[in-house]
């Protein structure tokens, strides 16, 4: 009787995800959006910051305000995505860029 | 030369450990020129004054034509009118910039010891004003444009001659500007020595990439794009923001720092500002 039992464990975690991905919350976006903000800013305070990062807010905060939840949740990936990209390519190019200097 | 000594300073380990890691300004100038001596065997380093002009013949010919009555002759008119205007406090800026002003965009930028900052000739001018009970001028404004115009124009066939003083952090200042020149930026993931150096003299869309040596002579500039004569911080606002990154504030201190590597590449070209650009 395991058998049966572990595959209805699994059927309703993948209910429960597609759920997650057919209809995100507008909490979910807020929570995106709170991070992707939260990034974007230490990118920022990095001098590191990627222009495309707040257009994705502000389109995902718009979808939003629109009732079109699941459009704001993608711009709102997208937002963070890029966000923590940036810090990446900051915290990657302390050491990187040395490399590049003519002559060494 | 200009900082022999610097890498004597009595830091020790600390010093000799960084100055593996970086080379000395002295020897960053010599490879600097080196590499676009072997890239242009056939231009003359004292060209590359004129930007991109100097690499490409068709562009230079409209150039020409474009100097013989150059936009930004306005500027420099209206940079004599508010040069001889006294400050809010009876002063000029002449008071405040030294006797030889006008004549002293050569003796910027250099490493303030009391600031421990980068001074350029923009700050400088907005320091004047402040102190004198004057409102600073907006970086970016028309007023700052025609000033710093006129200031380079009267500057012009001086020598750049940076310094590095025997500070630690005069060479700090220098080192952080060398690794903003260095570093990727933007979503578009480039440094600018992957446009003006890697793939210098190459086309970027319409536009010749030109080298890194002299970009710091001819400021401001009037640029057919802006339709006004604008400083050297919003072309390296503009660079940032073509590899989708957000563009820092003009006279922040990476800006100027990044302006003091930059000038001190072109130690020893003289000062042909302002200029046009397309």
């Known amino acids: 009787m395991k058998h049966p039992l572990a595959l209805l464990g699994m059927v309703s975690a993948l209910t429960l995800s597609s759920m997650a991905w057919a209809g995100a919350s507008a909490d979910e976006v807020e929570d995106l959006l709170a991070r992707a903000a939260a990034a974007h800013e230490q990118a920022l305070a990095l001098e590191h910051g990627w222009a495309v990062t707040e257009p994705f807010m502000e389109q995902a905060r718009q979808a939003l305000a629109d009732g079109n939840v699941d459009a704001a949740h993608e711009l709102a990936q997208r937002a963070l995505l890029t966000a923590e990209k940036s810090v990446a390519q900051a915290q990657s190019e302390a050491e990187a860029w040395k490399g590049r200097v003519l002559g060494s | 030369m200009f900082v022999s000594g610097w890498r004597r300073l009595a830091l020790g380990g600390v010093v000799a450990l960084t100055a593996q890691v970086n080379a000395a300004p002295e020897d960053d100038l010599a490879a600097l020129r080196s590499f676009y001596e072997k890239r242009f065997p056939d231009i003359a380093l004292e060209a590359h004054i004129d930007g991109a002009y100097a690499l490409d013949e068709g562009k230079r010919e409209q150039w020409l034509e474009m100097e013989d009555f150059p936009p930004y002759e306005i500027a420099i008119d209206e940079g004599a009118e508010l ?135 001819h400021w401001p500039v009037y640029r057919l794009k802006w339709k006004e004569t604008g400083p050297l911080h919003r072309r390296f606002m503009e660079c940032n923001s073509q590899v989708r990154g957000v563009p820092l504030e003009p006279q922040s201190v990476s800006y100027r720092n990044l302006e003091y590597f930059l000038s001190y590449q072109s130690n020893g070209l003289v000062l042909n500002g302002p200029a046009t650009r397309k």
């Open chain 2, 83 to 217: 040069f001889e205007e006294a400050l809010a406090d009876g002063s000029s800026y002449s008071d405040c910039l030294g006797d030889d002003a006008p004549v002293v965009k050569q003796n910027y930028p250099y490493f303030d010891e009391t600031t421990g900052q980068v001074m350029t000739l923009d700050l400088a001018i907005n320091n004047c004003r402040v102190a004198a009970g004057d409102e600073a001028w907006d970086y970016l404004g028309p007023e700052m444009a025609a000033l710093t115009a006129f200031i380079a124009y009267e500057s012009r066939d001086e020598e750049v001659a940076v310094e590095i003083p025997d500070d630690p952090r005069a060479l700090a200042a220098y080192e952080d500007g060398k690794a903003f020149y260095y570093t990727r930026r933007g979503q578009l993931n480039f440094a600018c020595s992957h446009c003006h150096m890697t793939m210098v003299g190459n086309k970027l869309r319409a536009e010749r990439l030109s080298a890194t040596l002299g970009h710091t002579t």
